[in-house]
């Protein structure tokens, strides 16, 4: 986090309502491998970057809740904490389904002030809301002295998601948020909650992000369509395995052998995720075995199985993954997040990243008429006090 941007921030806070505040940031993620596994009780293999949200935040002693979006340069003001619901300002829902959440685990929320900004970029498919969530998660828990635990904090940025951004998000962007570690990438076993930290260096292998530019309406209404699919696809095969609770268990020859019954659709749906799973697991090994290249594959597998199976890719993001793989020095690139838009991960040996960026930003310009942001992230801790 830039210095700069935590005083601009508190000084900020300070101005507006005269008194010191808390500082917390919140860091983005990416995720290398292990997309729409998350809501499948299924593996993801995330990490905190240096994209972060900054925050100051106090108690006011009174009860009105008053935001302040920097970044914006937008506020919003209620007149009482206790009484909460979504509000037509899209970027407050966040902050407010989080106090909503404290108060659904018996939290009397007092009147409290939060003025934000940050540097993670919107729709980039990196998760800014969750840093939004978790960031004032961890502030009120601070403030308030309520003493959840850093797995419940990551839970109720993940409910806020769910009731006030209407979005039924699995739990990986506010894991990582909170859980992340610098340095290290994170394996979450979505069912069982255990995790498993991985080094990885960034100065060995550059983690490049180049962002579409492509903000797709249609991401959570799709998101909560393919959730939907694959809830009807273990409805089926529970009636003949009723061990399966979930995609995780499943298995391709399970698929198969009731594929019709499935439907094409649901099949395909389930068939990616079930592959996806099998390929983080893979993932880990070639990570611990320094196997990089066998590491580049698996996400350049997981791509296509996004692209032609999950269908949550798009035309600018196909381009850029497949620009990616004529580029110098790339072990693996794919689109990351919810998909719709956002962003590609690619892994690039660090002496080729300025070629290899040139090569896909020309790529992309020639057939969208404009070049990509990219960005080049390092591995930070979760969120904290500044
Ligand atoms: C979004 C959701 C996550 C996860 C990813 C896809 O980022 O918030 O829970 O499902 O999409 O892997």
Redesign the pocket.
């Known amino acids: 986090m830039s210095d700069s941007l935590a005083q601009a921030v508190q000084a900020d806070f300070q101005q507006r309502y005269s008194y010191a505040p808390l500082l917390v940031r919140a860091p983005g993620r990416v ?1 290398l491998i ?6 499948n009780a299924g593996f ?1 293999l995330p990490a905190a970057v240096d994209k972060e949200m900054v925050f100051a935040v106090g108690l006011n002693g009174g009860e009105q809740i008053r935001l302040f979006a920097h970044d914006l340069n937008e506020s919003l003001e209620l007149p009482n904490a206790a009484d909460i619901s979504p509000t037509e300002t899209h970027w407050a829902n966040y902050l407010l389904g989080v106090a909503a959440q404290f108060q659904l685990r018996g939290v009397a929320v007092p009147g409290f002030d939060c003025v934000l900004a940050g540097t993670v970029p919107m729709g980039a ?1 990196m ?1 800014s ?2 840093a939004v969530e978790c960031g004032l998660a961890y502030a009120l828990n601070e403030l308030l002295k309520t003493g959840f635990e850093k797995m419940d904090l990551a839970r109720m940025a ?1 409910l806020a ?1 769910h009731t006030y951004a209407g ?1 039924q ?6 894991f990582a948020s909170v859980f992340g570690r610098a340095g290290q990438v994170v394996r979450l076993d979505c069912r069982s909650l255990d995790y498993q930290y991985f080094p990885f260096d960034t100065q060995a292998c550059r983690i490049v992000l180049v962002n579409s530019g492509v903000k797709h309406s249609l991401a959570s209404s799709e ?1 909560n369509t393919r959730r939907k699919e694959c809830e009807r696809g273990v409805s089926v095969l529970q009636q003949h395995y009723p061990e399966i609770t979930a995609l995780r268990d499943a298995t391709m020859e399970q698929l198969e052998a009731h594929r019709s019954e499935l439907g094409g659709t649901v099949f395909r749906r389930c068939s990616y995720v079930v592959q996806e799973n099998a390929r983080v697991e893979a993932a880990c090994r070639h990570l611990e075995a320094g196997d990089l290249a066998a590491f580049g594959k698996e996400m350049n597998a997981s791509h296509a199985g996004l692209r032609d199976d999950y269908e949550v890719s798009c035309v600018e993001l196909d381009v850029l993954a497949e620009a990616a793989l004529a580029a110098p020095g790339v072990f693996g690139s794919r689109m990351m ?3 719709f838009g956002g962003c590609t991960i690619n892994l690039v040996a660090p002496d080729k990243v300025d070629a290899f960026i040139e090569s896909v930003s020309a790529a992309y310009e020639k057939r969208f008429g404009r070049r990509p942001e990219t960005y080049q992230t390092t591995i930070v801790d979760g969120v904290g006090a500044v």
């Open positions: 995720n292990g997309e729409h596994t998350d809501y993801v498919g998760s809301s969750a993940q998601e979005v998000c699995g739990l990986m962007d506010q998101y997040g919810g998909g």
